[in-house]
């Protein structure tokens, strides 16, 4: 992509990117396969090639944008562990909900929710302290507020 194209992709992009809302992500919060696709979309090689002129309707323009969009499929299917068909599919679920965008970027909200899912899923960090509702094996000293 030049970088004039790749300036009015962003110009295309910017009002869906002001526009992002939080529930985006809601539906996609406990899908493993999703969360796979986000990580990688980033890294997936890419291009924008516009053929026409963009519609003025922002639900057109959204197709328009993706359909402008190569990406190496076999290359999103083997980093997200996933078959092609699947990996495919669950792209269009992404773009469908405005989380994945065309330049390989993906909405805030969505990185947000990755980086959660990434931390609840780091097997070597240890919580510190206690569980959360475990007792000490030894009573507590007496206060004074303690009076019966």
């Not at 890419?46 to 359909?67: H, M, N, T, V, Y």
């Not at 469908?96 to 065309?102: E, N």
Request: aromatic fraction near 8%; charge should be positive; proline fraction near 5%.
């Amino acid at each position: 992509m030049t970088g004039p194209e790749k300036k009015r992709l962003e110009r295309y992009l910017a009002g869906f990117v002001k526009a992002e809302r939080k529930s985006q992500v809601a539906t996609v919060a406990g899908d493993v396969d999703t969360m796979n696709v986000l990580a990688v979309w980033p890294a997936c090689r890419k291009d924008w090639i516009p053929e026409g002129r963009a519609p003025k309707d922002d639900f057109e323009l959204w197709r328009w944008l993706w359909s402008c969009v190569w990406f190496d499929r076999e290359e999103l299917a083997a980093l997200s562990n996933l078959g092609e068909l699947q990996a495919e599919r669950v792209l269009r679920r992404c773009y469908g909900l405005r989380i994945a965008y065309p330049d390989g970027g993906i909405s805030k909200h969505a990185t947000q929710l990755l980086e959660a899912h990434g931390r609840a899923n780091e097997p070597e960090k240890s919580n510190r302290g206690r569980p959360k509702g475990s007792k000490d094996s030894k009573p507590r000293k007496k206060r004074s507020s303690d009076e019966e």
